[in-house]
């Protein structure tokens, strides 16, 4: 008897267990393939129990809302996720879910307090509030509202006085003497005065506001609040030096377009033009600039009262030319495909 061996070469072993792999790898593939589509089947299998689970909840009856003595009941219905049927509603009656109802209790909270109520108490979740008529099959909700005062801004002043600058100051916040306080309103005005503050030269300056609560009676049914813009100007800023970054141009192609020089009082409506002038010029797809406070180990220093400032310029260059194309869809013009060719300042 005669025994024939086969020896694999160094090559057949490689591809053998090259095949080997591979097999491997398709096993993985066909596992994962498998449990996808286990997956789906039960995605598939639950979504009729979901149905059914949301087929389970109550229908809404009607909803009440009572203590709301400053607003209409329409204009607080505008605002909630829970509703009854409307007039003309063609996909059946709306049904209950405990989760919007909560976050209805606090979008009503919130737009109260914006309104200068800040005690005011929404809730809807006592035994009474949620009716559930068996016969018909649906919730009454009623929701519960008690305003308490309502708070008023008396006065505003700024400390210490802008002069001028303040008349047209007070034209740009949102928060007038006369009107119901709104708590975020300061914080938004803050913003508003140091802009303004940056447009006259001041990148130092700071804002902090006080309040102080005129005591009123507890019959009365409005509080009266003075506010108090505490500002603290700094010194006015001055343009040290320029730097750029992310541009291969020649920098006197970029240094032309700036409507600010190393040297000169820096202010807020010269850097933005200088950035739409950069826009405008083609070179960059995008323009961007921080402010940074120049190291005192630059050189010599200002007088203490001015604030050196380093101007720092970021661009996004455009391609030499390009062929642009994209696709986008529109709630009017509905699927719309975009192209065009871009040349970097073609003059």
Known sequence: MVQVRVRRSGRAAAVYGERRHLSKAGLRARA?????????????????LAAAEADQRPLIGEIEIEGNETFADGQLEALLRTRERRL?????????????????????????????FPEVSVSSFGESDLRYDAERQRLD??????????RYLRALRFTPGLGEAERELRRRLVLQPGQPYDPEAPGMDEFRIL????????????????????????????????????????????????AFEGASLDEELIRRELNVAP????????????????????????????????????????????????????????KLAALESGVGYGSVDGLRLLGGWTHRNLC
Not at 37 to 43: D, N
Not at 99 to 106: C, F, K, M, R, V
């Open 32 to 48: 994962g393939r498998r449990l996808a589509l286990a997956g789906l089947l039960a995605l598939l299998a639950s979504a009729p």
């Open 88 to 116: 003309l509603q063609f996909s059946g009656q709306p049904r209950f879910v405990r989760d919007w109802l909560h976050s209805d209790l606090t979008t009503l909270a919130v737009f109260y307090r914006r309104a200068g």
């Open 141 to 150: 909700i009623r929701i519960r509202i008690v305003e308490g005062k309502r």
């Open 195 to 242: 802009r303004s503050l940056q447009e006259r030269g001041y990148f130092a300056g700071r804002v902090e506001h006080r309040l102080t609560l005129v005591e009123t009676p507890a019959y009365a049914r409005r509080d009266s609040i003075d506010l108090e813009y505490r500002i603290d100007l700094g010194p006015p800023a001055q343009l040290a030096a320029l």
């Open 263 to 318: 040297g000169q009082p820096l202010r807020l409506e010269q850097i933005l033009r200088s950035k739409q002038n950069l826009l405008d010029s083609g070179y960059f797809r995008s323009v961007d600039y921080r402010l940074e406070a120049l190291d005192p180990s630059a050189g010599p220093r200002l007088p203490a009262p001015v604030e050196e400032l380093r101007l720092v310029w970021r661009f996004r260059e455009r």
